[in-house]
């Protein structure tokens, strides 16, 4: 056996168990839920081939136009918020001065918190009658002189409550991946941009900005795809209301597999899941790919 | 010597393995911890009766159980007896899963004195697939406190809203942000007052009927009036629950698990009971929710099953063991002279004999529509047209089927 023939066995070795655990845990479900989507799929019984009538089924159903644009919203709205925090936050807990490695440690503290509990607690936070957010919202004068203030009423308001929530939980893991792509910037650079005279505002804008190119790009691709796959959240706070405006994608293909043991075109919808979420990464990448 | 101990061994060992060879086990899935002291008394009574047969209680949480029932249905996993919640049973007969039980049913001398509408539940195409095990039964609690006597009807009613609305008081709540909630202590009131969620055979939905949206009009209007809270279009079970239990709220729809809850709240509430009541009063309704209990055919005892629910539907099980605990019995033959039912439970057990459940396989997919209809109602909008536009919705998933 040539040296070369022996290393490649040995490689193939050391892979092996990774492959094995993606087959098992995501290439046969994937090729499962493929193949479920093209099949009613009863409980007991045998499926039965009905090519794309699941989709068909699915791109007819009101609900289903319902929660995408409710989820396109939702993320359309949630990621700046948690971007522009975390940029906030990474900016500030960058410098040198005394106490960030406390701050950054205040601000991280959240995302070691379940997402369940975290949604309990600002659930709880915001209740109408014990709420400390709703007692301090109506301190400056929200909910009007009657002071009945409830953020569940409209969709808007609710999913902008969710939002905090998860601003405040998730911006310190998108914070902590920003610093390390702002600790990776060489110091030669703001030195450059201070001899030319530039104010801090243009030293973000022209260099910090662009050099963190790949960081943003980490952050955002993140935070997307677990927008579009939103679940949790509005499962325990909202439970998709009221009248279902803060229905999510991901809530709905539960409901129709799991509530309403539609499996086929539960199936459907995961697979539909899939390729929204491919075609904004593969987006997001080539975007943020141009000018590396 | 060596050849007598060995034969002892032998022996010992031989007995040993038989006797856990023939012990049979029955596994039993529930959804409620009330299950627990039901396998314990079975056991006991198996145990007495030197029978060989041991329950094994695997308790899931209510939110779970469904989707794992289905899973372990689904994969063929042996389940001898399982607690179903009562809504779902349609859907489990209609595809197949539970095994017949209607000759044992009609055998039993209780048989016409099991709760009529659990036991319609639990039949599909002219057979019993389950029997009535555990009834959660609603009503309006209220506060003596703030609400010395109850209404009779729904003009009283609205009078008295009034009279609170007047004080700058809140009379009453309800859950619209809760599905469940909603057609366990809403529903109730439009049936009593000749209102219906779908058809008898479950075929057509009829919630835009003129006594369901009287009903709604009621609700709405004491809204309008100021005695109900103004958020009440997105409070949950909990919210209106809380508010009752503070004393800011004098009359709640609950269910019997109630009359334990306010036990311990003396201070601020004095708590009674009444049913839910038509228009003219002279109707009463509830919600009976709770379990039936059925066998799935992926059981490996089927003998033992029944033997098992007949201890469960036995005096011994709804008296001893349900009752004891607070249950309401679901035969009606055990409410007279039943030692654990107090007044309250009265109140709720006489419900039980009017009240209904509806009919249908596609149930958890209905309470979507119901859901929207009950939210947009209680922030306002138009009676008559949200029910037209939910129950649209609510047929063409009927007609889809499961």
Same mark, same amino acid.
């Given at each position: 056996?040539?040296?070369?023939?022996?290393?490649?066995?040995?490689?193939?070795?050391?892979?092996?168990?990774?492959?094995?655990?993606?087959?098992?845990?995501?290439?046969?479900?994937?090729?499962?839920?493929?193949?479920?989507?093209?099949?009613?799929?009863?409980?007991?019984?045998?499926?039965?081939?009905?090519?794309?009538?699941?989709?068909?089924?699915?791109?007819?159903?009101?609900?289903?136009?319902?929660?995408?644009?409710?989820?396109?919203?939702?993320?359309?709205?949630?990621?700046?918020?948690?971007?522009?925090?975390a940029l906030g936050t990474a900016l500030l807990c960058n410098s040198k001065a005394w106490g960030t490695t406390f701050f950054r440690s205040i601000y991280f503290l959240p995302v070691v918190m379940s997402f369940a509990t975290a949604s309990y607690v600002w659930l709880w936070l915001y209740s109408e009658m014990y709420g400390v957010i709703i007692f301090a919202l109506e301190f400056f004068g929200f909910g009007g002189e009657k002071k009945n203030l409830n953020?569940?009423?409209?969709?808007? =308001?609710?999913?902008?409550? +969710?939002?905090?929530? /998860?601003?405040?939980? @998730?911006?310190?893991?998108?914070?902590?991946?920003?610093? #390390?792509?702002?600790?990776?910037?060489?110091?030669?650079?703001?030195?450059?941009?201070?001899?030319?005279?530039?104010?801090?505002?243009?030293?973000?804008?022209?260099?910090?900005?662009?050099?963190?190119?790949?960081?943003?790009?980490?952050?955002?691709?993140?935070?997307?795809?677990?927008?579009?796959?939103?679940?949790?959240?509005?499962?325990?706070?909202?439970?998709?209301?009221?009248?279902? =405006?803060?229905?999510?994608? +991901?809530?709905?293909? /539960?409901?129709?597999? @799991?509530?309403?043991?539609?499996?086929?075109?539960?199936? #459907?919808?995961g697979v539909i899941i899939m390729i929204i979420l491919f075609v904004l990464t593969v987006v997001q990448l080539r975007l943020f790919r141009k000018n590396y | 010597m060596k050849l007598l101990i060995k034969f002892f061994l032998i022996t010992f060992t031989l007995v040993s393995v038989t006797k856990t060879s023939f012990s049979e086990e029955l596994i039993v899935w529930s959804r409620g911890g009330w299950s627990d002291w039901i396998v314990e008394g079975f056991n006991k009574k198996m145990a007495d009766e030197g029978k060989d047969i041991v329950a094994i209680n695997n308790l899931i949480g209510h939110a779970d159980f469904q989707v794992k029932f289905t899973a372990a249905l689904s994969a063929g996993e042996r389940v001898d007896v399982a607690n179903i919640d009562l809504i779902n049973v349609p859907y489990y007969a209609a595809i197949g899963a539970l095994e017949d039980m209607t000759d044992f049913l009609k055998s039993q001398p209780y048989y016409d004195k099991l709760n009529g509408p659990m036991l319609a539940l639990g039949s599909y195409d002219g057979a019993h697939f389950a029997a009535p095990n555990a009834a959660d039964v609603s009503g309006y609690v209220y506060n003596k406190k703030l609400m010395p006597t109850p209404p009779k009807n729904w003009a009283e009613m609205t009078s008295m809203c009034e009279d609170f609305a007047a004080k700058g008081q809140l009379m009453i709540a309800w859950p619209s942000k809760s599905y469940g909630g909603m057609i366990f202590t809403g529903m109730p009131v439009a049936w009593a007052n000749g209102g219906s969620f779908v058809s008898k055979d479950g075929k057509t939905a009829e919630i835009n009927g003129p006594k369901t949206a009287e009903w709604f009009s009621h609700y709405q209007n004491m809204q309008n009036i100021g005695c109900?809270?103004?958020?009440?279009?997105?409070?949950?079970?909990?919210?209106?629950?809380?508010?009752?239990?503070?004393?800011?709220?004098?009359?709640?729809?609950?269910?019997?698990?109630?009359?334990?809850?306010?036990?311990?709240?003396?201070?601020?509430?004095?708590?009674?009971?009444?049913?839910?009541?038509?228009?003219?009063?002279?109707?009463?309704?509830?919600?009976?929710?709770?379990?039936?209990?059925?066998?799935?055919?992926?059981?490996?005892?089927?003998?033992?099953?029944?033997?098992?629910?007949?201890y469960v539907l036995s005096e011994a099980g709804q008296i001893e063991v349900y009752t004891k605990n607070g249950g309401i019995p679901i035969r009606s033959d055990l409410f007279d002279g039943n030692p654990y039912l107090t007044d309250a439970h009265m109140v709720f057990a006489n419900a039980s004999t009017v009240g209904d459940v509806p009919y249908t396989t596609v149930y958890q997919e209905l309470m979507d529509p119901w859901l929207v209809a009950n939210q947009r109602i209680f922030s306002g909008e138009d009676v008559q047209t949200v029910l037209d536009e939910q129950n649209a919705i609510m047929q063409k998933i009927i007609d889809a089927g499961h």
């Open positions: 056996m040539t040296r070369l023939r022996k290393e490649q066995t040995v490689g193939l070795l050391m892979v092996l168990p990774a492959l094995l655990l993606l087959t098992v845990f995501f290439l046969y479900p994937l090729g499962n839920s493929f193949w479920m989507s093209f099949h009613k799929w009863p409980l007991f019984g045998k499926p039965k081939w009905v090519g794309l009538d699941n989709y068909i089924y699915m791109f007819q159903d009101e609900r289903f136009w319902e929660s995408l644009k409710f989820t396109f919203v939702y993320t359309l709205t949630v990621t700046p918020m948690l971007f522009i925090v953020v569940w009423k409209t969709g808007t =308001s609710s999913m902008w409550a +969710v939002n905090a929530m /998860v601003t405040w939980k @998730f911006s310190g893991i998108q914070m902590i991946i920003l610093i #390390a792509g702002l600790q990776a910037i060489r110091d030669d650079f703001y030195e450059a941009s201070k001899l030319m005279g530039a104010s801090l505002w243009q030293t973000i804008w022209h260099v910090t900005l662009p050099l963190l190119r790949p960081s943003i790009a980490l952050a955002l691709i993140l935070s997307i795809a677990g927008s579009i796959q939103a679940y949790e959240q509005f499962v325990i706070m909202t439970r998709g209301g009221p009248s279902n =405006s803060t229905k999510t994608l +991901v809530m709905h293909t /539960v409901d129709m597999g @799991f509530d309403y043991f539609k499996l086929g075109p539960a199936a #459907a919808l | 109900v809270p103004e958020n009440v279009a997105v409070w949950d079970w909990p919210d209106k629950q809380d508010a009752f239990l503070a004393g800011d709220v004098a009359m709640i729809g609950t269910g019997n698990f109630m009359i334990n809850a306010v036990k311990d709240h003396s201070e601020k509430v004095d708590a009674a009971f009444t049913a839910f009541m038509g228009k003219d009063g002279t109707k009463n309704s509830a919600f009976i929710g709770g379990d039936l209990i059925a066998i799935p055919v992926t059981t490996g005892a089927k003998d033992a099953a029944l033997e098992y629910i007949k």
